[in-house]
C-alpha cells in the first residue's frame, strides 16, 4: 500500500526581495518551524540553514494557507462531522460488475431526503428516479423488467445511517408487505406465465421473511457507497486504517477489507474535500470458503492465514460547504477462480 496518496504539503516560489522571515510570516509560521519543515522535504542541496541562499521553491506545510476558506472545517481529532439535516439530493448512478469475462453495466438516478436524526442516527428516505439502464439500454427482457417493475414494493425506502454516515438498517419493512398487491395487479396486468409465477413466488419468499429482505437490501450497492461512513476522525496526520466489509459476493457475512483513509485537509480548485482510500483483502475464508457461501472459515486456527486475494479503492468528493458527498468512486474486488469486481460511481445532479 502507498504510503500516502495525499500531498503532504504546498510549494511556495520564492519571490526577488522575499526573506526566510517575510515568507514565514505570509503563511503566519514561525520562521524556524518554516525552515524545520522544508528541510525535512527538500534535497540536501536545497536545504536552509540560516537564511535562504538561491532556493527557487520553499516547502510550506499544507494547511499553511493565507486564505482560511481553502482549510477543510474538521471537528475534534480532525475529524469529519456529518450533518445531513435539511439536505435533499439528487445523484446519477452508475454500477459496473465484472465476473469471469462478463461485464455489466447499469445505470439508474436515486433521490436521498433527509427525515430526521434521533437518538444518534440519521433517517432518509430513498426513492429511484428513473427507469433502469443495462449496458445503455433502457432494460426490456423480461427478466430484468420484473425485476425492474417488483422492485417498485421497495421505494420509497426508508433506512438510518450513524453518525459516521454508515448504512445503520432499513426502517421500513413492515411497508413492503402492504404494497406487494398493488405491485403484484400491476405485474399481472403487463405479464402472464410460469416466468412470472415464480418470479413473484421469489419475491413473496423474501418480502414476508424480515431477515432475508434486511440481507437483500443490505446488498444495495447504492445504500453501501453512498453510505460507507466517511465520517471518521483522521488525527494528527490526516489518516486513518479501518476495517470495512461490502457486499460484493452474497454472503450473509461479508468480505472484510482493511482500508487506509486520507483526507486533504485542503479543499481543492473546485471546493471540493478530497478524501481517498486503499485497501485490501483481510478474511480468513479461503477462496473456495467464498465460492461455496461459507459465512466463516471452516478452518479453525490459533494464527489464521489471511487470504489477502482482493482489493478495495475509493474517491470520495464532497461539497466544501455542506460536507455532504458530490461524487462518489468505489471499487472493490475479490479473487474467485477468476477476480469479480464491482465499481460504483455516484455523482450529485444539479437541477
Known amino acids: 500500500m502507498p504510503d500516502h496518496f495525499m500531498q503532504k504539503f504546498n510549494i511556495h516560489t520564492v519571490q526577488k526581495g522575499e526573506s526566510l522571515k517575510s515568507i514565514a510570516s505570509l503563511y503566519h509560521l514561525d520562521t524556524d518551524a518554516l525552515k524545520l519543515f522544508h528541510n525535512n522535504q527538500c534535497d540536501v542541496k536545497d536545504m536552509i540553514l540560516i537564511d535562504l541562499t538561491g532556493q527557487k521553491e520553499l516547502f510550506i506545510p499544507r494547511t499553511s494557507v493565507t486564505d482560511k476558506n481553502k482549510l477543510v472545517r474538521f471537528g475534534r481529532g480532525n475529524s469529519l ?8 439530493s439528487r445523484y ?3 454500477v459496473n460488475i465484472e465476473n469471469n469475462d462478463h461485464k455489466n453495466e447499469l445505470k439508474y438516478e436515486m433521490s436521498v431526503r433527509w427525515l430526521k436524526t434521533e437518538n444518534q442516527l440519521h433517517f432518509f428516505e430513498i426513492d429511484r428516479t428513473s427507469g433502469l439502464y443495462l449496458n445503455e439500454e433502457e432494460v426490456n427482457e ?3 423488467l420484473l425485476a425492474f417493475k417488483t422492485s417498485k414494493v421497495l421505494y420509497p425506502l426508508h433506512i438510518s445511517a450513524d453518525e459516521q454516515g454508515k448504512f445503520n438498517a432499513v426502517e421500513n419493512l413492515s411497508v413492503f408487505k402492504e404494497r406487494w398487491p398493488g405491485v403484484k395487479q400491476e405485474v399481472y396486468q403487463e405479464f402472464e406465465g410460469e416466468t412470472v409465477d415464480r418470479y413473484c413466488e421469489k419475491i413473496e419468499k423474501v418480502i414476508n421473511e424480515p431477515e432475508a429482505m434486511s440481507l437483500y437490501l443490505k446488498n444495495d450497492y447504492f445504500i453501501r457507497t453512498l453510505f460507507f461512513g466517511i465520517y471518521h476522525q483522521f488525527g494528527p496526520h490526516y489518516e486513518t486504517s479501518t476495517a470495512e466489509s461490502f457486499p460484493i459476493v452474497n454472503n450473509s457475512v461479508e468480505p472484510k477489507y482493511e482500508v487506509k483513509l486520507e483526507i486533504d485537509p485542503l479543499k481543492d480548485e473546485y471546493d471540493l474535500v478530497n478524501i481517498q482510500g486503499e485497501g485490501i483483502l483481510n478474511d480468513e475464508r479461503t477462496v473456495y470458503d467464498f465460492m461455496n ?8 486456527e ?14 470520495y468528493y464532497l461539497n466544501g460547504e455542506t460536507l455532504l458527498p458530490e461524487s462518489l468512486y468505489l471499487e472493490c474486488s475479490i479473487d474467485l477462480e477468476k477476480e469479480k469486481k464491482i465499481a460504483v460511481v455516484i455523482a450529485a445532479l444539479t437541477e
Open 142 to 144: 423480461i427478466a430484468d
Open 92 to 94: 446519477g448512478v452508475s
Open 81 to 88: 462531522v456529518f450533518q445531513p439535516q435539511n439536505s435533499f
Open 302 to 315: 490459533e494464527h489464521p492465514v489471511m487470504n489477502h486475494e482482493g482489493n478495495f479503492k475509493l474517491a
Open 293 to 300: 457461501g461459507a459465512p466463516f472459515s471452516l478452518i479453525i
